[in-house]
Nanobody, 117 residues
Framework: QVQLVESGGGLVEVGGSLRLSCLAS????????MGWYRQAPGEQRKLVAN???????NYADSVTGRFTISRDNARNTVDLQMNNLKPEDTAVYYC???????????WGQGTQVTVSS
């Protein structure tokens, strides 16, 4: 079992920044993939960004150039730096972690991000 705890969400104005952090209960150094999804009211959960074990990153088109995902092996965290936030970024953000290619995904409890216009 892996526990994931997100932090850093909140209320921010358009154009502002937030940094989300996901603390894992085990090492993130060589996990297969981890990252962030988000879910807005009435919508399906969608990928925001992920980071693979070899350091490759993948971003949704809507956040490319504004969001940056990173991993801190010493702290066992995966962070999401969000800049130039827009109202459409408002959602609950969930951290996920797949330890091995064949294993199930672990999920955090979610953290609310609200961007006010």
């Amino acid at each position: 079992q892996v526990q994931l705890v997100e932090s850093g969400g909140g209320l921010v104005e358009v154009g502002g920044s937030l940094r989300l952090s996901c603390l894992a209960s085990r090492s993130v150094f060589n996990g297969y993939v981890m990252g962030w999804y988000r879910q807005a009211p009435g919508e399906q959960r969608k990928l925001v960004a992920n980071l693979t074990t070899d350091g490759a990153t993948n971003y949704a088109d809507s956040v490319t150039g504004r969001f940056t995902i990173s991993r801190d092996n010493a702290r066992n965290t995966v962070d999401l730096q969000m800049n130039n936030l827009k109202p459409e970024d408002t959602a609950v953000y969930y951290c996920f972690y797949r330890v091995y290619q064949w294993s199930a995904d672990y999920w955090g409890q979610g953290t609310q991000v609200t961007v006010s216009s």
